[in-house]
């Protein structure tokens, strides 16, 4: 005779069954949600972390788009440095994908004459921020797309926008609409071009290389210069050469050396820094205060021989 469950198993038997189809996540579903990462803003401002400004923003965003993933560049950019906020979105933006959207404040004319915009690279990334020159040095290694101006009242905050909070009111929603897939071209009128910064390049001749001291690596003090790898090497240096370089007009010799601990504590050395340019440092000791460096500051590296 053959053996049957009994009649009070069969619903139980049945109910497991619809678990493992419907609510288990089968390796096929598990792909698809790997190839579809949530929409990402990546945000950066001078606003600092003493009080709620940043929660403010991010408040903003999960209300326009619950399921935003927001990765924090920095907060803590030097107060109203427009280079500054320039450098750090120079550095950050080849590390991330297409349709990434960067959310950036550092706004000394909030509530001015100044343009909102946004900005597609022609990376296809985009860029919500003030029309005061943080877009500089993006646009001119990746190129710009398109801009628009931010105009459209139903992509803002309130019937009142702040005159002093436009990255709560303005910068913040237009970033989350953008990154949730809402259409970017409704954001505003066409912008012909952008504002830009008076960045002078270093520049090479028979005497050697000139150049500028542009910032400081966070709390380590080194240097941070706008010379290129490439244009410091034309000058015919190897590392463990000895060279003279002039900063600020003081002379200092140093060695170029491919990292710190290549000399003495303390002692100063010439690198290139995780970012392809020629950097100041002395080894577990800060050069901006041992030689009292606050940028700008002019820089000489004269030719190998010279």
């Known amino acids: 005779m053959r053996r049957t469950l009994p009649p009070a198993r069969k619903p139980a038997r049945i109910l497991c069954l619809w678990f493992a189809l419907f609510l288990v996540p089968s390796p096929l579903l598990a792909q698809q949600s790997a190839l579809q990462p949530p929409p ?3 945000f950066m401002t001078d606003f600092g972390v003493v009080d709620d400004s940043v929660a403010l923003c991010k408040g903003v965003m999960y209300g326009v788009a619950p399921n935003l993933r927001i990765v924090d560049l920095t907060h803590q950019v030097n107060a109203f440095s427009i280079r ?28 001015s004459s100044r343009k909102a915009v946004v900005v597609k690279s022609k990376r296809g990334q985009f860029f919500v921020l003030p029309d005061n020159g943080l877009m500089t040095m993006v646009e001119d290694r990746d190129g710009v797309e398109a ?26 929603p237009v970033g989350a609409h953008i990154a949730r897939g809402d259409d970017w071209t409704q954001v505003g009128p066409v912008v012909k071009e952008l504002v830009r910064l008076d960045l002078k390049p270093a520049s090479v001749d028979d005497k050697g290389l000139t150049g500028e001291v542009i910032a400081l690596d966070g709390p ?18 190897q590392r463990g050469d000895k060279l003279k370089v002039t900063i600020a007009g003081r002379e200092i010799e140093m060695p170029f050396a ?39 500051r002019p820089v000489f590296i004269p030719r190998k021989g010279h």
């Open 84 to 111: 500054d906020g320039a450098r750090f979105l120079f550095g950050a933006t080849p590390y991330f994908p297409a349709a990434t959207v960067f959310v950036a404040v550092v706004d000394p004319g909030v509530g």
């Open 220 to 237: 380590f003090g080194n240097l941070i210069t706008n010379i290129t790898a490439d244009d410091f090497l034309k000058l015919g240096y």
């Open 147 to 172: 801009i628009r101006e931010v105009t459209n009242p139903d992509w803002m905050v309130g019937a009142k926008i702040s005159s002093t909070f436009h990255g709560r009111d303005i910068f913040s």
């Open 40 to 42: 990402t803003v990546v």
């Open 258 to 296: 491919k990292t710190f601990s290549d000399v003495p504590l303390k002692q100063p050395l010439l690198f290139i820094d995780s970012r392809g340019r020629a950097s100041f440092a002395l080894n577990q000791a800060s050069f901006a205060a041992a030689y009292g460096i606050d940028p700008p």
